[in-house]
């Protein structure tokens, strides 16, 4: 006959079987009075205000020529308007007669999802096709803070996206993106078609002064 | 001649209340809890590196079993809840009910009532004491005490102007109880729909899809923005949760979809939370995570924050809080706190604890935090001590008049060999 189990196994075992019931408690809500410390609320239109995406005036103090911002260095091209950085920009411009191109610096600890999923993210906003992994791999690079950037240039019809349902047809995105998993760094100008061409020097002017500021 | 080890034992249920009596009442089941006791002590310690404070607090000595690695094996352990439990009923069996009483045994009878204090203390501690803060600044006065780390879902019925005279709440305990791929549906006969909680992440981040980051994240998307999960914080007071909501009309409207995050609440305490607002017919509502909350049976007004400086450097070198306390019939009382010296009150004790903003500059305007702990059992440990020395005193005073005794009379009947 087989032996039946000692005690020190037995009751730990129903402990055990214990503690793991219980069904799923699935109340509903329950009312309650708000005091008068609690009954304020600050009502946002958008979830920009209501996340705190909201601009920082980090850039406020870079310098007429040239700028820096949190640890960079570089030259502001002519007709480009330096504006405050945010949580997600290091360094931001505007250009063009109504300020309507845009090219800003954004810097990520880790990989930042990746280039692939990047390209196409950019790619998506102008409404264009994904790119395949072999595609994206067959960009063509530029230097960016001496590392080869994969160089994004597209056409189409341009959505910012941020809570925005707005469109803005004819313009071009051009972007250098470098993704490591030390780090990424992407640098996007976007803006009417005829207008970034226009700027597309100054954007080349523009990353060759990029550097680390190591003082 | 059978031995003891081969008696058959009877397991008929007629004898489960006596096999379960000598179960609880073994001398060996004491020496296995404490050595496990030990041992979960350890990887508790150890395990607060990895996890932090409050995870490692509740993984390890709030659990009733856990698993944990042990030299790369997986191996599952009691938790410290149940060895408590299991430990008090043995003392309880063992010690108490089970032991001969006579006068020799009476001081550590006593000392063991001590011990059974000290771990009932800890379980009235576990079960009922609450610890959340108060933030305030010079001028205001609060009876609202907020919890560090637990949220809970509020919905809101808004006059124009963001102001709500009440709300109804899907509570903490519910709440942080979600899995990420969970789908709660909830209903209150009061309003006129039904919320949908999904996607809850007790850690996340609401990235903007043009931001790089959003790039990886999956999920949906709403109102330009996706929610990232983030891995839960070491310090589970920065923890920020985040869920999708969905409201869904009775009256057979379309639903509506949100994202919350708890990030829309307060960082201080002057400002106002700010929910996701909706329309139903004309009234309009806001849905929020906020932080539970509750009150206390007096208020509090902080009329100076005193905030001192070292010479040159801004890390402070004294702050204390000089508040009145208003409490129904009773007459305004000044108070200072200072570290190390709480108010106590009504069962509960503010601590002086932090200020505030982060990063403030001498001459700006800063706010003083207190800790607000209401712990039943608070000075049980105090008291179990007292009673254990008690018994351990009582014990040695009885051993010392037996031994003293007993010599006496070894020398009385032994003849003098002089």
């Known amino acids: 006959m087989t032996r039946p189990p000692a005690p020190f196994v037995t009751f730990p075992l129903v402990a055990l079987i214990l503690a793991s019931c219980g069904g799923e408690d699935t109340p509903g809500l329950v009312e309650r009075s708000l005091s008068e410390s609690e009954k304020s609320f600050r009502i946002v239109e958008t979830s920009m205000d209501r996340f705190r995406y909201s601009s920082q005036p980090s850039a406020e103090s870079a310098e007429a020529s040239g700028g820096a911002s949190e640890g960079l260095v570089y030259d502001t091209p002519e007709g480009w308007t330096e504006k405050p950085g945010s949580t997600m920009r290091d360094i931001n411009f505007t250009f063009g007669p109504k300020g309507e191109g845009e090219c800003y610096v954004a810097r990520l600890p880790g990989a930042g999802g990746g280039l692939a999923a990047n390209v196409n993210r950019w790619r998506g906003q102008m409404a264009a096709a994904p790119l395949t992994e072999e595609e994206v791999a067959a960009l063509p690079t530029r230097p960016l803070f001496g590392q080869p950037a994969r160089f994004v240039s597209v056409d189409g019809s341009f959505s910012p996206g941020m809570g925005s349902d707005q469109s803005f047809p004819d313009y071009r995105l051009m972007g250098l993106i470098v993704s490591v998993e030390a780090g990424a760094v992407f640098v996007k100008m976007t803006g009417p078609k005829a207008l970034v061409e226009q700027n597309s020097a100054a954007f080349d002017q523009f990353i060759n002064s990029l550097t680390v500021n190591t003082n | ?418």
Request: aromatic share 12%.
């Open chain 2, 1 to 418: 001649m059978a031995t003891p080890s081969s008696q058959k034992i009877d397991w008929s249920p007629q004898n489960w209340p006596r096999h379960f009596y000598r179960f609880f009442t073994s001398f060996k089941l004491a020496t296995v809890v404490l050595v496990l006791m030990t041992v979960v002590t350890l990887l508790g310690t150890l395990g607060q590196v990895e996890h932090g404070l409050h995870a490692a607090k509740e993984k390890y000595f709030h659990s009733f079993f856990f698993t944990d690695k042990i030299f790369g094996v997986p191996v599952v352990l009691p938790g410290g809840l149940i060895l408590m439990i299991v430990l008090f009923l043995n003392m309880t069996l063992g010690a108490i009910v089970k032991v001969r009483k006579r006068w020799k045994g009476a001081g550590l009878l006593i000392s063991h009532i001590g011990m059974l204090m000290l771990l009932a203390g800890g379980f009235v501690t576990w079960a009922f004491s609450t610890d959340g803060y108060m933030a305030l600044y010079p001028g205001m006065s609060s009876n609202r005490v907020e919890s560090y780390r637990e949220w809970q879902l509020e919905i809101l019925p808004l006059s124009k102007d963001g102001v709500a005279e009440k709300a109804w709440i899907y509570p903490a305990e519910n709440l942080e109880t979600m899995r990420s791929d969970e789908q709660r549906i909830i209903h209150a006969e009061s309003l006129p729909f039904d919320v949908v909680i999904n996607g809850y992440s007790p850690n996340a981040t609401p990235i903007p899809t043009s931001a790089p980051m959003a790039a990886g994240v999956t999920g949906k998307e709403i109102d330009g923005f996706k929610l990232s999960p983030q891995k839960p914080s070491k310090e589970a007071e920065q923890n920020l949760p985040g869920c999708f909501l969905e409201i869904r009309p009775r009256d057979g409207g379309a639903p509506i979809e949100a994202m919350l995050w708890a990030g829309s609440y307060r960082f201080d305490p002057r400002e106002k939370p700010m929910p996701f607002t909706f329309k139903i017919g004309d009234q309009l509502y806001g849905a929020i995570l906020m932080k539970k909350s509750w009150t206390v049976p007096f208020t509090v007004k902080l009329d100076e924050f005193i905030f001192e400086r070292h010479p040159g450097i801004m890390t402070a070198r004294n702050y204390e809080s000089r508040v009145t306390r208003f409490e129904e019939g009773q007459p305004e009382k000044p108070l200072e706190i200072k570290m190390n010296e709480p108010m106590r009150h009504a069962g509960f004790t503010f601590f002086q604890e932090s200020f505030g903003p982060s990063g403030s500059q001498p001459g700006d305007e800063m706010f003083s935090q207190f800790a607000v702990a209401n712990n039943p059992a608070d000075q049980w440990p105090l008291y179990s001590l007292i009673v254990t020395g008690v018994g351990l005193g009582v014990h040695f005073l009885i051993m010392l008049v037996n031994f003293t005794t007993r010599s006496r009379q070894r020398h009385a009947k032994t003849p003098a060999s002089l």
